[in-house]
Protein backbone atom coordinates (compact mmCIF):
# COMPACT_ATOMS: atom_id res chain seq x y z
CA UNK A 1 0.00 0.00 0.00
CA UNK A 2 1.30 3.54 -1.07
CA UNK A 3 1.47 6.19 1.81
CA UNK A 4 -1.28 7.89 -0.27
CA UNK A 5 -3.69 4.86 0.12
CA UNK A 6 -7.13 5.10 1.52
CA UNK A 7 -7.74 2.40 3.93
CA UNK A 8 -11.26 1.51 4.10
CA UNK A 9 -13.58 1.90 7.33
CA UNK A 10 -15.36 -0.59 9.29
CA UNK A 11 -14.83 -3.17 6.17
CA UNK A 12 -16.07 -6.05 8.39
CA UNK A 13 -19.23 -4.03 10.12
CA UNK A 14 -20.32 -3.17 6.34
CA UNK A 15 -19.69 -6.52 4.99
CA UNK A 16 -22.13 -7.92 7.55
CA UNK A 17 -24.84 -4.78 7.47
CA UNK A 18 -24.71 -5.32 3.46
CA UNK A 19 -25.32 -8.68 4.27
CA UNK A 20 -23.44 -9.79 1.11
CA UNK A 21 -24.20 -12.92 -0.22
CA UNK A 22 -22.58 -14.96 -3.59
CA UNK A 23 -24.40 -13.75 -6.82
CA UNK A 24 -25.60 -10.60 -5.30
CA UNK A 25 -25.80 -6.98 -7.05
CA UNK A 26 -24.60 -4.06 -5.18
CA UNK A 27 -23.66 -0.28 -5.87
CA UNK A 28 -20.72 1.29 -4.56
CA UNK A 29 -22.10 4.73 -4.57
CA UNK A 30 -18.77 6.25 -3.27
CA UNK A 31 -15.99 3.78 -4.93
CA UNK A 32 -13.26 6.46 -3.76
CA UNK A 33 -9.67 3.73 -4.19
CA UNK A 34 -12.13 0.80 -4.48
CA UNK A 35 -11.42 -0.62 -1.08
CA UNK A 36 -15.03 -1.47 0.02
CA UNK A 37 -15.97 -2.83 -3.58
CA UNK A 38 -12.99 -5.19 -3.84
CA UNK A 39 -14.08 -6.72 0.01
CA UNK A 40 -18.00 -6.67 -1.50
CA UNK A 41 -16.55 -8.90 -5.03
CA UNK A 42 -14.90 -10.97 -3.09
CA UNK A 43 -17.88 -11.65 -0.84
CA UNK A 44 -20.47 -11.55 -3.43
CA UNK A 45 -18.44 -14.41 -5.61
CA UNK A 46 -18.78 -16.73 -7.37
CA UNK A 47 -21.50 -14.35 -9.41
CA UNK A 48 -21.64 -11.04 -7.76
CA UNK A 49 -21.39 -8.11 -9.92
CA UNK A 50 -20.69 -4.28 -8.44
CA UNK A 51 -21.47 -0.93 -10.00
CA UNK A 52 -19.24 1.84 -8.06
CA UNK A 53 -19.50 5.48 -8.90
CA UNK A 54 -17.51 8.26 -7.98
CA UNK A 55 -17.97 12.08 -8.73
CA UNK A 56 -13.72 12.07 -9.23
CA UNK A 57 -12.33 10.85 -12.18
CA UNK A 58 -8.89 10.22 -10.87
CA UNK A 59 -10.91 8.12 -8.35
CA UNK A 60 -12.72 5.86 -11.03
CA UNK A 61 -9.14 5.53 -12.98
CA UNK A 62 -7.47 4.56 -9.39
CA UNK A 63 -10.03 1.91 -8.73
CA UNK A 64 -10.12 0.78 -12.23
CA UNK A 65 -6.72 -0.58 -11.32
CA UNK A 66 -7.05 -1.79 -8.48
CA UNK A 67 -10.52 -3.98 -9.54
CA UNK A 68 -8.92 -5.05 -12.77
CA UNK A 69 -8.71 -9.12 -11.28
CA UNK A 70 -12.33 -9.03 -11.28
CA UNK A 71 -13.46 -8.12 -14.70
CA UNK A 72 -16.96 -8.36 -15.82
CA UNK A 73 -17.99 -8.16 -12.37
CA UNK A 74 -17.53 -4.65 -12.07
CA UNK A 75 -18.70 -1.62 -13.66
CA UNK A 76 -17.28 2.00 -13.18
CA UNK A 77 -19.40 5.35 -14.05
CA UNK A 78 -17.87 8.53 -13.34
CA UNK A 79 -20.78 10.43 -12.07
CA UNK A 80 -22.57 12.14 -9.08
CA UNK A 81 -24.63 9.45 -7.10
CA UNK A 82 -27.21 11.97 -6.78
CA UNK A 83 -28.23 10.61 -10.35
CA UNK A 84 -28.30 7.05 -8.83
CA UNK A 85 -31.57 6.14 -10.20
CA UNK A 86 -30.97 7.71 -14.00
CA UNK A 87 -27.58 5.56 -13.85
CA UNK A 88 -28.67 1.80 -12.43
CA UNK A 89 -31.82 2.26 -15.35
CA UNK A 90 -28.74 3.37 -18.12
CA UNK A 91 -27.61 0.04 -16.92
CA UNK A 92 -30.11 -1.80 -16.27
CA UNK A 93 -28.42 -2.84 -12.95
CA UNK A 94 -31.95 -3.37 -10.26
CA UNK A 95 -33.09 -4.55 -8.26
CA UNK A 96 -29.70 -4.71 -6.19
CA UNK A 97 -29.27 -6.62 -2.74
CA UNK A 98 -27.07 -3.77 -1.25
CA UNK A 99 -25.87 0.21 -1.86
CA UNK A 100 -23.19 1.45 0.39
CA UNK A 101 -22.43 5.45 0.64
CA UNK A 102 -18.99 5.74 2.65
CA UNK A 103 -19.30 9.60 2.17
CA UNK A 104 -16.62 12.33 2.65
CA UNK A 105 -13.58 12.35 0.75
CA UNK A 106 -10.29 9.93 0.45
CA UNK A 107 -7.57 9.82 2.01
CA UNK A 108 -6.25 9.54 -1.99
CA UNK A 109 -7.98 13.05 -2.07
CA UNK A 110 -7.07 14.43 1.33
CA UNK A 111 -3.30 13.74 0.48
CA UNK A 112 -2.69 14.65 -2.99
CA UNK A 113 -1.52 18.42 -3.41
CA UNK A 114 -3.65 20.13 -5.98
CA UNK A 115 -7.12 19.19 -4.85
CA UNK A 116 -7.23 21.93 -1.79
CA UNK A 117 -9.19 19.75 0.66
CA UNK A 118 -6.12 19.77 3.37
CA UNK A 119 -4.94 23.09 5.40
CA UNK A 120 -1.65 21.29 5.66
CA UNK A 121 -0.33 21.69 1.88
CA UNK A 122 -0.36 24.32 0.45
CA UNK A 123 -2.67 24.04 -2.94
CA UNK A 124 -5.15 26.12 -4.60
CA UNK A 125 -8.71 26.53 -3.00
CA UNK A 126 -10.70 23.64 -5.35
CA UNK A 127 -11.92 21.03 -2.95
CA UNK A 128 -14.40 19.99 -6.28
CA UNK A 129 -14.99 16.24 -6.16
CA UNK A 130 -15.53 16.93 -10.00
CA UNK A 131 -13.25 18.81 -11.26
CA UNK A 132 -15.57 19.82 -14.32
CA UNK A 133 -17.90 21.45 -11.85
CA UNK A 134 -17.74 25.26 -12.33
CA UNK A 135 -17.73 26.86 -8.47
CA UNK A 136 -14.90 26.03 -6.37
CA UNK A 137 -14.05 26.90 -2.61
CA UNK A 138 -11.89 29.96 -4.12
CA UNK A 139 -15.00 31.44 -5.99
CA UNK A 140 -16.89 31.13 -2.71
CA UNK A 141 -14.42 32.55 -0.58
CA UNK A 142 -13.76 35.25 -2.95
CA UNK A 143 -17.54 36.08 -3.87
CA UNK A 144 -20.03 35.34 -1.24
CA UNK A 145 -20.84 38.65 1.14
CA UNK A 146 -19.44 38.60 4.41
CA UNK A 147 -23.13 37.59 5.95
CA UNK A 148 -23.33 34.57 3.37
CA UNK A 149 -19.90 33.40 4.50
CA UNK A 150 -20.81 33.64 8.03
CA UNK A 151 -24.05 31.56 7.48
CA UNK A 152 -22.43 29.29 5.16
CA UNK A 153 -19.36 28.12 7.91
CA UNK A 154 -21.78 28.44 10.96
CA UNK A 155 -24.03 26.01 9.19
CA UNK A 156 -21.95 23.58 7.79
CA UNK A 157 -19.03 23.93 9.56
CA UNK A 158 -21.35 23.84 13.06
CA UNK A 159 -18.31 26.81 13.73
CA UNK A 160 -19.28 29.62 16.49
CA UNK A 161 -16.55 32.19 15.59
CA UNK A 162 -18.41 31.74 12.08
CA UNK A 163 -18.52 35.42 12.49
CA UNK A 164 -15.20 36.61 13.16
CA UNK A 165 -13.94 34.15 10.17
CA UNK A 166 -16.20 35.51 7.83
CA UNK A 167 -15.00 39.37 8.54
CA UNK A 168 -11.43 38.19 8.27
CA UNK A 169 -11.84 36.52 5.08
CA UNK A 170 -13.53 39.94 3.82
CA UNK A 171 -10.94 41.95 5.53
CA UNK A 172 -8.03 39.71 3.84
CA UNK A 173 -9.11 38.38 0.02
CA UNK A 174 -8.31 37.45 -2.22
CA UNK A 175 -7.30 34.42 -0.87
CA UNK A 176 -5.83 31.62 -3.42
CA UNK A 177 -4.82 28.92 -1.29
CA UNK A 178 -5.39 26.62 1.47
CA UNK A 179 -2.04 28.36 3.21
CA UNK A 180 -3.80 31.65 2.78
CA UNK A 181 -6.99 30.39 4.33
CA UNK A 182 -5.87 28.41 7.52
CA UNK A 183 -3.54 31.15 8.17
CA UNK A 184 -6.69 33.82 7.61
CA UNK A 185 -8.48 31.47 10.19
CA UNK A 186 -6.05 31.78 12.78
CA UNK A 187 -5.65 35.21 12.92
CA UNK A 188 -9.51 35.01 13.09
CA UNK A 189 -9.86 33.19 16.49
CA UNK A 190 -6.70 34.23 18.04
CA UNK A 191 -4.48 31.10 17.10
CA UNK A 192 -4.36 27.54 17.79
CA UNK A 193 -6.47 26.18 20.38
CA UNK A 194 -6.54 22.86 21.49
CA UNK A 195 -5.35 19.82 19.10
CA UNK A 196 -7.63 20.33 16.25
CA UNK A 197 -6.78 23.01 13.72
CA UNK A 198 -8.85 26.11 14.05
CA UNK A 199 -9.44 25.90 9.85
CA UNK A 200 -11.00 22.64 10.52
CA UNK A 201 -14.42 23.45 10.73
CA UNK A 202 -14.33 26.19 8.16
CA UNK A 203 -12.67 23.82 5.82
CA UNK A 204 -15.24 21.07 6.11
CA UNK A 205 -18.20 24.56 5.57
CA UNK A 206 -16.26 25.02 2.25
CA UNK A 207 -16.32 21.47 0.91
CA UNK A 208 -19.82 20.48 1.82
CA UNK A 209 -21.09 23.69 0.07
CA UNK A 210 -18.67 23.06 -3.17
CA UNK A 211 -19.75 19.93 -3.80
CA UNK A 212 -23.34 20.55 -2.41
CA UNK A 213 -22.82 17.33 0.07
CA UNK A 214 -26.15 17.50 1.83
CA UNK A 215 -28.58 18.11 -0.95
CA UNK A 216 -26.96 15.11 -2.87
CA UNK A 217 -27.08 12.71 0.13
CA UNK A 218 -31.14 13.83 1.09
CA UNK A 219 -31.65 12.59 -2.63
CA UNK A 220 -30.04 10.12 -3.36
CA UNK A 221 -30.93 7.90 -0.16
CA UNK A 222 -34.15 8.33 -1.61
CA UNK A 223 -32.99 7.09 -4.88
CA UNK A 224 -31.60 4.15 -2.92
CA UNK A 225 -34.44 2.54 -1.48
CA UNK A 226 -36.46 2.99 -4.82
CA UNK A 227 -33.57 0.68 -6.33
CA UNK A 228 -33.22 -2.24 -3.58
CA UNK A 229 -35.41 -5.33 -4.13
CA UNK A 230 -37.04 -6.78 -1.30
CA UNK A 231 -34.70 -7.26 1.79
CA UNK A 232 -31.94 -5.73 0.03
CA UNK A 233 -29.45 -3.34 2.77
CA UNK A 234 -28.71 0.23 2.49
CA UNK A 235 -25.68 0.95 4.45
CA UNK A 236 -24.22 4.73 5.25
CA UNK A 237 -21.00 5.56 6.79
CA UNK A 238 -21.09 9.32 7.92
CA UNK A 239 -18.42 11.39 8.87
CA UNK A 240 -19.86 14.31 10.59
CA UNK A 241 -22.97 15.07 12.77
CA UNK A 242 -24.82 16.79 10.12
CA UNK A 243 -24.47 14.06 7.40
CA UNK A 244 -25.47 11.43 10.33
CA UNK A 245 -28.05 13.55 11.15
CA UNK A 246 -29.75 13.16 7.45
CA UNK A 247 -29.04 9.93 7.94
CA UNK A 248 -30.61 9.03 10.98
CA UNK A 249 -33.93 11.09 10.52
CA UNK A 250 -33.94 9.56 6.78
CA UNK A 251 -33.94 6.21 8.04
CA UNK A 252 -36.10 6.42 10.89
CA UNK A 253 -38.49 8.53 8.73
CA UNK A 254 -38.63 5.44 6.27
CA UNK A 255 -39.53 3.24 8.84
CA UNK A 256 -42.63 4.61 9.96
CA UNK A 257 -45.84 3.79 8.52
CA UNK A 258 -47.46 6.96 9.48
CA UNK A 259 -45.10 10.56 9.81
CA UNK A 260 -48.06 12.96 10.16
CA UNK A 261 -47.40 15.08 12.95
CA UNK A 262 -47.98 14.27 16.47
CA UNK A 263 -50.64 16.87 16.96
CA UNK A 264 -52.82 15.44 14.08
CA UNK A 265 -55.61 12.75 15.48
CA UNK A 266 -56.07 10.57 12.66
CA UNK A 267 -52.94 9.87 10.25
CA UNK A 268 -53.77 11.65 6.77
CA UNK A 269 -50.35 11.47 5.47
CA UNK A 270 -50.33 8.02 3.78
CA UNK A 271 -47.37 7.41 4.14
CA UNK A 272 -45.69 3.60 4.42
CA UNK A 273 -42.42 2.21 6.14
CA UNK A 274 -40.08 1.22 3.58
CA UNK A 275 -37.09 0.61 5.45
CA UNK A 276 -36.81 -1.91 8.27
CA UNK A 277 -33.49 -0.77 10.72
CA UNK A 278 -31.06 -3.08 11.37
CA UNK A 279 -28.95 -1.38 13.60
CA UNK A 280 -30.56 0.49 16.33
CA UNK A 281 -27.50 1.90 17.89
CA UNK A 282 -25.01 3.70 15.36
CA UNK A 283 -21.98 1.46 14.67
CA UNK A 284 -19.04 3.33 15.43
CA UNK A 285 -15.00 1.59 14.72
CA UNK A 286 -13.47 -0.41 17.09
CA UNK A 287 -10.74 1.47 19.75
CA UNK A 288 -7.99 -1.02 17.51
CA UNK A 289 -9.18 0.18 14.08
CA UNK A 290 -9.13 4.03 15.31
CA UNK A 291 -5.66 2.93 16.57
CA UNK A 292 -4.58 1.35 13.19
CA UNK A 293 -6.65 4.33 11.12
CA UNK A 294 -6.69 7.29 12.76
CA UNK A 295 -9.45 8.83 9.81
CA UNK A 296 -11.22 6.37 10.48
CA UNK A 297 -12.39 7.70 14.25
CA UNK A 298 -15.42 9.73 13.37
CA UNK A 299 -17.12 7.18 11.36
CA UNK A 300 -20.79 6.06 11.72
CA UNK A 301 -22.59 2.93 10.08
CA UNK A 302 -26.25 2.74 9.57
CA UNK A 303 -27.56 0.39 8.13
CA UNK A 304 -31.53 -0.39 6.92
CA UNK A 305 -33.47 -3.32 4.67
CA UNK A 306 -35.89 -2.83 2.58
CA UNK A 307 -39.68 -4.01 3.22
CA UNK A 308 -42.30 -4.26 1.31
CA UNK A 309 -45.03 -1.60 2.62
CA UNK A 310 -47.51 -3.33 4.18
CA UNK A 311 -50.47 -2.60 2.07
CA UNK A 312 -48.35 -3.39 -1.15
CA UNK A 313 -47.80 -7.05 0.44
CA UNK A 314 -51.65 -7.32 1.72
CA UNK A 315 -53.33 -6.26 -1.54
CA UNK A 316 -51.04 -8.80 -3.14
CA UNK A 317 -51.63 -11.73 -0.52
CA UNK A 318 -55.56 -10.83 -0.76
CA UNK A 319 -55.61 -11.37 -4.55
CA UNK A 320 -53.15 -14.14 -5.01
CA UNK A 321 -55.92 -15.88 -2.74
CA UNK A 322 -52.64 -17.17 -0.90
CA UNK A 323 -51.53 -16.97 2.93
CA UNK A 324 -49.66 -14.01 4.47
CA UNK A 325 -46.57 -16.40 4.70
CA UNK A 326 -45.79 -15.83 0.77
CA UNK A 327 -44.00 -13.29 1.92
CA UNK A 328 -41.10 -15.50 3.89
CA UNK A 329 -41.82 -18.64 1.80
CA UNK A 330 -39.66 -18.08 -1.33
CA UNK A 331 -35.95 -17.21 -1.04
CA UNK A 332 -36.34 -13.54 0.15
CA UNK A 333 -35.80 -11.81 -2.94
CA UNK A 334 -38.65 -9.76 -4.46
CA UNK A 335 -38.59 -6.92 -6.55
CA UNK A 336 -41.09 -4.24 -4.90
CA UNK A 337 -41.41 -2.79 -8.62
CA UNK A 338 -42.63 -6.16 -9.69
CA UNK A 339 -44.59 -6.24 -7.21
CA UNK A 340 -46.53 -3.01 -7.79
CA UNK A 341 -46.99 -4.20 -11.71
CA UNK A 342 -48.34 -7.09 -10.75
CA UNK A 343 -50.74 -5.58 -8.61
CA UNK A 344 -51.53 -3.19 -11.41
CA UNK A 345 -52.27 -6.07 -13.89
CA UNK A 346 -54.38 -7.72 -11.11
CA UNK A 347 -56.54 -4.35 -10.72
CA UNK A 348 -57.20 -3.76 -13.59
CA UNK A 349 -58.59 -7.39 -14.26
C1 LIG B 1 -14.50 8.07 1.80
S1 LIG B 1 -14.24 7.96 0.08
C2 LIG B 1 -14.73 6.31 -0.28
C3 LIG B 1 -13.65 5.31 -0.07
C4 LIG B 1 -14.01 3.91 -0.52
N1 LIG B 1 -15.11 3.36 0.25
C5 LIG B 1 -12.83 2.97 -0.44
O1 LIG B 1 -12.90 1.94 0.22
O2 LIG B 1 -11.81 3.27 -1.08
C6 LIG B 1 -15.54 8.88 -0.60
C7 LIG B 1 -15.55 8.94 -2.13
O3 LIG B 1 -16.84 9.38 -2.49
C8 LIG B 1 -16.75 10.28 -3.57
N2 LIG B 1 -17.93 11.13 -3.52
C9 LIG B 1 -18.29 12.00 -2.53
N3 LIG B 1 -19.46 12.57 -2.83
C10 LIG B 1 -19.87 12.04 -4.01
C11 LIG B 1 -21.02 12.22 -4.82
N4 LIG B 1 -22.00 13.09 -4.48
N5 LIG B 1 -21.15 11.50 -5.95
C12 LIG B 1 -20.17 10.61 -6.30
N6 LIG B 1 -19.05 10.41 -5.59
C13 LIG B 1 -18.90 11.11 -4.44
C14 LIG B 1 -15.45 11.02 -3.35
O4 LIG B 1 -14.95 11.51 -4.58
C15 LIG B 1 -14.57 9.91 -2.73
O5 LIG B 1 -13.80 9.29 -3.73
New binding site residues.
Given amino acids: MSAAA?I?VMVDETIKALAVQPGGRYVD????????AAVILEHSSPGGQLLG????PE?IATARQSLEPYGDSVLLVND???NLEAICYKYDFLPVHGILF?????SL?LDESGRGFSFQQRAPLDMR?DPSQKVSAADIVNTYSEAELANLIYTYGEESASRQIARRIVQERPIKTTLELAQTVERAVGGRRGRIHPATKTFQALRIAV?H?LE?LESALKQAVNLLGYEGRLVVISYHSLEDRIVKQFMQQEARDCICPPSVPTCVCGHKASLRIINKRVIVPSPEEVTRNPRSRSAKLRAAERIMPQDEHYNLVEQLGSSPEVKTRGNGWRRPSLLRMLRSVFNAA
Fill in positions: HPCTLGGGGHIDADANFVDLGLSQFNET
